[in-house]
């Protein structure tokens, strides 16, 4: 991995540097995300979207017939195949299908896009077929492929594919800060909020996921509030708590907050300076 790759993943997410990637004059024709299933999964699925995106700019744009397609599963120009719920998804004769499939022209997108999951599942026969393809790729063909460990396929099959490691966006499977966090917001003491934000100055990563758990905890209350029920997240305490003794209007300023957050994270905010403010935002928002 170059130092600029490398600075690409400390600094950026992990969407950012992609598209970065994919805006040069030689966009690769196939990319290797690799990480957890949960992260690698929905990064594959927005760089399909945005390789079918029809839009000028912004891509994936979520509203051209392209992305609606995209988004439902049934564009004709992407196939996915998950190797991750299904371990068999890749018998060599389905990966010489993918390779004749491949020389067809697209049918509306400016490009076909194969999209394999959890390749590290794949045998190495059908990775040797694969790789004849990646190693003469067709023009307007991109192959995006996942695994959790990228040592796992064969040196040749890694070597013809950018590789693209994935930190820090899958969401954490411990929601035990964020639901501190959130439940601090609305405690009597006012330093209660800070002392528990604190933790994430150090985590740059941590502070990504944590924002993302909070913004669907927030979402959570609002829903609960309204009588929706429903918990996407995995904070019901604190969505329940927040959404029982905050307004609609709170709760939608918090959330407001967050994804303010959110994008000085993405544009290197300092993150003592960030947690600071935000911590006063969601006090403010919170009418506390
Ligand atoms: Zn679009």
């Known amino acids: 991995m170059t130092p600029e ?3 690409v ?3 950026r997410s992990a969407w950012a540097g992609l598209s970065q990637i994919f805006a040069g004059d030689r966009p690769p024709h196939a990319v290797i995300l690799e990480g957890e299933p949960g992260g690698t999964g929905s990064l594959a699925a927005r760089l399909a979207q945005a390789s079918v995106c029809l839009a000028a700019e912004g891509k994936p744009c979520g509203s051209c017939p392209g992305c609606i397609k995209a988004k439902a599963g049934s564009h004709p120009d992407i196939l996915t195949l998950d190797g991750n719920a299904n371990p068999r998804v890749f018998p060599v004769d389905t990966v010489r299908k993918i390779r004749s499939d491949a020389y067809e022209k697209p049918n509306e997108a400016p490009r076909r896009v194969f999209v394999l999951l959890g390749v590290q599942n794949m045998s190495e026969i059908s990775q040797n077929a694969l790789l004849k393809i990646l190693e003469e790729p ?5 192959f995006i492929l996942t695994t959790t460990s990228a040592a796992q396929l064969l040196p040749t099959v890694r070597s013809r594919a950018q590789l693209f490691p994935v930190e820090g966006e899958s969401l954490p499977e411990d929601w035990t800060l964020a639901e501190t966090i959130a439940k601090a917001v609305v405690a009597t003491r006012e330093a209660e909020l800070i002392f528990q934000a ?3 100055i150090q985590n740059r990563d941590g502070m990504r996921g944590v924002l993302e758990q909070l913004s669907l905890i927030f979402r959570d209350a609002v829903a609960l509030r309204s009588g929706a029920g429903g918990c996407r997240s995995a904070g019901r305490g604190a969505a329940s708590l927040l959404g029982d003794t905050l307004t609609r209007q709170n709760l939608m300023r918090m959330l407001e907050a967050t994804e303010k957050a959110r994008q000085a994270l993405e544009q290197n905010a300092n993150t ?3 947690v600071t403010a935000y ?3 969601l006090r403010s928002a919170a009418g506390r």
Do not use: S, T
């Not at 067709?138 to 991109?142: A, K, S, Y």
């Open 279 to 281: 911590c006063a935002a």
């Open 9 to 11: 993943r400390e600094n």
């Open 198 to 200: 604190a933790d994430l």
């Open 272 to 274: 003592a300076l960030l």
């Open 5 to 7: 790759q490398n600075g």
């Open 138 to 142: 067709p023009e307007n063909v991109l």
